[in-house]
């Protein structure tokens, strides 16, 4: 028994349960966390739920494609921490602080 | 050819109206001159193409392109020259022509002179559209072209309060008449399927008997537009008060040609009233009626031109009795006769005032016959031809009216001879008071009083020339077989037989005999000569000047405030208009419409304040709004 077949016996509902946790658990750390660290990681927590998906479905169906866009999507997700990172250290250094409800310059 | 001579006028207009500022007065006037007479040559050209060819067809027809054409829906620009047009365009254009140069002379001292001439000439180009249309829309954008250049004209000097009034009264009044001949035009349609006259006329003519109460229908709708353009009861009172425009334009538009377009527009649609003898009678009553009252009024006028213009309703309703008895020719002969001596009337009142330096008060004349010669022999000529003077174009035009009249109805008959003796009355008092007696103005020299230029007098002279002999046109059987009743066989001729003539119905001599014919004319001449005696006496030999306004008493007092008809509109129709303006302006308008139009704008900034207190720039609110879209999306999606 190889290691695909112990994936194929989990049903494909343990996955999409198991995502949509990670991704309530990301989404609510966005909207409701402070720190902006924080922030960065709970998006990287949405991504990779997705990207458990995408892996799921792509092994279920038998097609390939799901798994290439999840290399797509590692990719900007590092892009995305690292000028996240950046910004954010610029921001301290300017502010002292970490706090993104500090940063309400977009006011209208 | 018909194209050039309606288009003439028009490039006068343009030309006038674009280049007249930079042109000299001369040159100007001389073009806007021309253009008509131009027109006149070309119409008498084409005249002869309808009699001296052997072939004589029954109308000479241009198609310019198509003006409508939606679906079903097809009218043409088209003009067509015949008979009955021929004859409208000759007196628009003629006596056109002869008033243009009057006012080269009449208008010297104008400052809007080339504006004048334009107008003019723009009047020239509408009458000539109207009359020579093809069609029930082509006469409509020329009554509505006259309707406006008639407006231009009377307000021509608008810096008066008073003439603008009048010029929007004149244009009001001619808008309800416009009404209903707009509705008659959409019956016309509705019912023939046609605006084309001969389309027109072949289905009534053709047309069952069951169909008489839309013919009725249809020629009340029209006549009540006729009632607007040719100032009959109830929508007179815009003529007397048009006078406020220069005398040329009274003489032109307000009673050689444009009030004789209801006149025009019942003879074209002859076909139509001839299978409706209850909107006939209607038409005789109403112009038995103005014809009647304006002659009344006008007894007791003393500005010279508004004698004139009672004076011109008056005899606009004799041809509405006419038209009622079915007396079409003699109503077309009178409109002719009364083209002559009305426009040498109101020249001559015109070179009066020119005279007396913008005088136009009777009661301020006098004697003015030693210094206005020729006036006063014009004058006394067109007079004469008035009030019917044995032999002149009047007696025969009137006469004929009159015999119509006798053969269809006794009692119409006796008012309108009262109508026409009572002319007499007014036009000789006026003519006393002005010419004969003393001079009594007090603030302008007897000696400075003068006889106008050459350019004014020469009209003059050949329209006292025409009124003299207009009668020709249509002289009774009485004056000789070979001569007579020549715009009758003209109407009725139907190129043996080829085509329809003018008149579809035969018109039947009036059957009355000799004696009674020759007792009418007797009765009408002795009016003529109680009239004439009477005023001498009261005028001349007694010298009397008529009372103020205000002395006088009675009936007098009645017909000077000209049965206060104005007053009763004023309280009828404008009070109540103005004071539903009132209404709506302070309440429809101030709290109404002007609370929704506030509600509005105070409503949104409120909204707007509220919505922009949910941007306030922190991102973790706007995610929860992204998020809160999302799930809104999706929800809607499933279910």
Redesign the interface.
């Known amino acids: 028994m190889s290691i695909l077949n112990i994936f194929n016996q989990v049903e494909i509902s343990h996955y999409i349960y198991l995502s949509t946790v990670l991704f309530c658990i990301g989404?609510f750390g966005?909207?409701?966390r402070?720190n902006a660290i924080i922030l960065l990681m709970c998006i990287e927590l949405m991504l990779n739920a997705v990207n458990l998906l995408f892996t799921a479905f792509s092994t279920y169906m038998g097609d390939a494609d799901g798994q290439i866009f999840v290399f797509f999507i590692m990719v900007v997700a590092a892009a995305e921490a690292a000028v996240g990172l950046a910004i954010l250290v610029l921001v301290y250094r300017n502010t002292r602080k970490t706090d993104?409800?500090f940063?309400?310059?977009?006011?209208? | 050819m018909l194209t050039l001579m309606i288009f003439l006028p028009l490039i006068g207009f343009v030309v006038n109206g674009i280049f007249g500022k930079f042109l000299p007065k001369a040159i100007s006037g001389w073009l806007g001159t021309a253009a008509v007479l131009g027109s006149f040559v070309i119409a008498l050209m084409s005249v002869m193409d309808l009699t001296g060819d052997t072939k004589m067809p029954e109308r000479i027809y241009t198609k310019l392109f198509t003006f409508l054409h939606v679906g079903g829906f097809h009218v043409d620009f088209a003009f067509q020259f015949d008979r009955l047009s021929a004859v409208m365009t000759l007196i628009i254009t003629g006596i056109g022509t002869l008033i243009h140069l009057y006012s080269i002379a009449y208008m010297h001292e104008d400052s809007g002179f080339y504006k004048f001439f334009a107008y003019l000439n723009l009047f020239i180009f509408n009458m000539l559209v109207l009359v020579l249309g093809s069609n029930y829309l082509m006469l409509f954008f020329g009554w509505e072209g006259v309707g406006l250049c008639s407006y231009l004209l009377i307000g021509f000097w608008y810096k008066n309060a008073d003439y603008g009034k009048a010029a929007r009264k004149a244009f009001v009044m001619n808008r309800i008449g416009d009404l209903g001949l707009l509705l008659g035009l959409f019956l016309i349609y509705d019912t023939y399927g046609s605006f084309e006259y001969q389309e027109v006329f072949r289905s009534v003519f053709a047309g069952s008997a069951e169909s008489n109460a839309v013919n009725t229908a249809i020629a009340l709708l029209l006549f009540i537009g006729a009632m607007g353009k040719s100032a009959q009861i109830p929508l007179y009172t815009w003529l007397p008060d048009a006078m406020a425009g220069p005398t040329p334009v009274s003489a032109l538009i307000h009673a050689a040609t444009m009030v004789t377009a209801g006149i025009y527009l019942v003879i074209r649609s002859e076909a139509i009233y001839a299978l409706s003898p209850i909107a006939r009678e209607v038409v005789m009553w109403i112009g038995l009626a103005t014809s009647l009252m304006a002659a009344l009024i006008g007894l007791k006028q003393n500005d010279i031109k508004k004698v004139l213009a009672y004076s011109t309703v008056s005899q606009l309703g004799l041809m509405f009795i006419a038209l009622g008895c079915g007396a079409y020719t003699a109503a077309l002969f009178h409109v002719i006769t009364h083209a002559f001596f009305k426009a040498l009337l109101f020249l001559g009142s015109g070179s009066v005032i020119h005279g007396m330096h913008h005088e136009q008060d009777i009661r301020q004349m006098g004697g003015l016959r030693k210094k206005m010669p020729v006036t006063y022999l014009t004058f006394l000529i067109g007079t004469l031809a008035i009030t019917g003077f044995p032999f002149l174009s009047g007696f025969f035009s009137k006469d004929e009216i009159l015999v119509s009249a006798f053969a269809h109805n006794k009692l119409v008959f006796g008012l309108a001879l009262m109508s026409a003796g009572i002319t007499g009355f007014y036009m000789f008092r006026m003519f006393f008071v002005t010419f004969h007696g003393t001079y009594r103005n007090t603030h302008y020299a007897f000696e400075k009083v003068h006889e106008s230029p050459i350019l004014m007098t020469l009209p003059l002279l050949i329209l006292a020339v025409l009124s003299v002999v207009g009668g020709v046109v249509n002289l009774p059987h009485y004056m000789g077989e070979g001569i007579s009743g020549i715009l009758h066989h003209t109407l009725s001729y139907d190129g043996g037989g080829k085509f329809s003539p003018i008149l579809m119905y035969p018109e039947h001599a009036p059957e009355i005999d000799h004696t009674t014919e020759w007792l009418l004319l007797g009765m009408a001449v002795s009016v003529f000569v109680i009239a004439f005696l009477y005023t001498r006496n009261k005028y001349v030999i007694q010298g009397a000047v008529p009372e103020a306004d205000e002395a006088q008493l009675g009936m007098g007092k009645v017909l000077a405030n000209k049965f206060y008809v104005d007053e009763a509109y004023d309280t009828a129709f404008v009070a109540p208009v103005e004071a539903a303006g009132e209404v709506v302006g302070n309440y429809v308008d101030e709290k109404g419409v002007k609370g929704l139009v506030d509600g509005v704008g105070s409503g949104s900034t409120g909204i707007s304040g509220w919505l922009?207190k949910i941007?306030?720039?922190?991102?973790?609110y706007y995610?929860?709004y992204m998020?809160i879209g999302i799930a809104l999306l999706l929800a809607f999606n499933l279910f």
């Open positions: 989404l966005v909207l409701f402070r993104v409800s940063l309400d310059q977009l006011k209208g | 922009s941007q306030n720039g922190n991102i973790e995610l929860v998020v």
